[in-house]
């Protein structure tokens, strides 16, 4: 496995457009270089598919799932010029089958699909479960006049009444960052589900990749109204983490920092992913973007009646 893994170093190395969850940097950077690895078909060097796993204990259960502040992993197929429709669930079926056969075998699996991948069926004739979930999108972001005109007359409102009131800043340090969200969250009676340290590699990999940024919201008495951390590649950006003050969540300065990271990034990547909600406050104020729904699959499976019992 170790020169699959070395092979989709390579590969990931000639590559700018794969959604930034499945860069090998990433995935050292969230899971440790060691606890993920990566089924792959390559005939003859030439990689057709991959589906990077990441894997740990939890008691003495072997467990593979998604890495904190990871979106979606999930198959990728790289499919022939000359395939033709007809072909292509049969193609699919054909590489999902062997990248399952590369799975390591444990009492769960649960990841995330990309929402291009439309066909799960190779996983469900295997025993697999899946959820449909929903993610929101703007596509061509390039386009910055056109995507405001796209907003809804109340978001323009509310982003045109922040810029009287709230001063835009880049870069707030890894500390600051998740020092405002922790505060945050604990002011909403809830806790912050990852460490700083995790933190801090995912923000200095993006940082050195020029994959992250960080954006924040103060006011004229300097206070933190709201932060942003986004990570991009060419193929899309993710709003990852949203740090908003709840005692001035009526400065409206986060809807004035998605429109500010969406105008920065437009030079840089082709689209802006919300990472999607099932919260419907929430999803009521992706679609104020002008946004588009995407549903994508949550793939599981659970081996063990131990584990079920456990986790349940």
């Known amino acids: ?31 440790g270089s060691d606890s993920w690895d990566i089924a792959v078909v390559q005939p003859d060097n030439e ?21 904190q502040l990871t979106q979606f992993l999930g198959s990728w197929i790289n499919y022939p010029n000359d395939l033709k429709p007809s072909n292509k669930a049969e193609y699919e079926k054909k590489m999902m089958n062997e990248l399952l056969e590369q799975l390591p075998e444990t009492q769960y699996f649960e990841q995330n699909f990309h929402y291009s991948v439309e ?5 469900y004739w295997k025993g697999y479960e899946q959820t449909t979930r929903y993610t929101y999108i703007i596509e061509d972001i390039e386009h910055t006049s056109r995507i405001f005109e796209s907003f809804s007359p109340s978001k323009r409102k509310n982003i045109r009444k922040a810029e009287e009131q709230i001063e835009i800043r880049f870069d707030m340090k890894a500390e600051d960052f ?21 933190f801090k590699k995912i923000f200095d990999a993006s940082y050195s990749h020029n994959a992250g940024k960080t954006i924040y919201a103060v006011d004229k008495n300097g206070t933190v109204h709201s932060a942003l951390f986004v990570v991009w590649s060419k193929y899309s950006a993710y709003d990852l983490i949203s740090s908003i003050d709840p005692d001035h969540k009526n400065s409206e300065s986060a809807s004035l920092l998605v429109w500010e990271m969406i105008k920065f990034l437009s030079s840089k990547t082709h689209r802006f992913d919300f990472e999607g909600s099932m919260i ?11 946004t588009v729904q995407k549903a994508y699959f949550n793939i599981r499976k659970c081996n063990s009646l131990s584990y079920k019992i456990f986790r349940n």
């Open 47 to 67: 990689i057709l598919a991959f589906l990077p796993y990441y894997t740990k204990k939890v008691l003495w259960f072997d467990i593979s799932i998604l890495p």
């Open 119 to 123: 066909n799960w069926l190779p996983f």
């Open 280 to 290: 419907e406050s929430v999803e009521r104020s992706f679609r104020q973007f002008g």
């Open 1 to 31: 496995m170790g020169n699959k893994k070395g092979s989709y170093r390579e590969f990931c190395n000639s590559k700018q457009n794969l959604p930034v969850f499945l860069y090998d940097w990433w995935l050292d950077a969230v899971c």
């Open 178 to 198: 998740y020092d405002h969200h922790k505060m945050t969250l604990e002011k909403q009676g809830m806790k912050i589900s990852y460490s700083k340290e995790l």
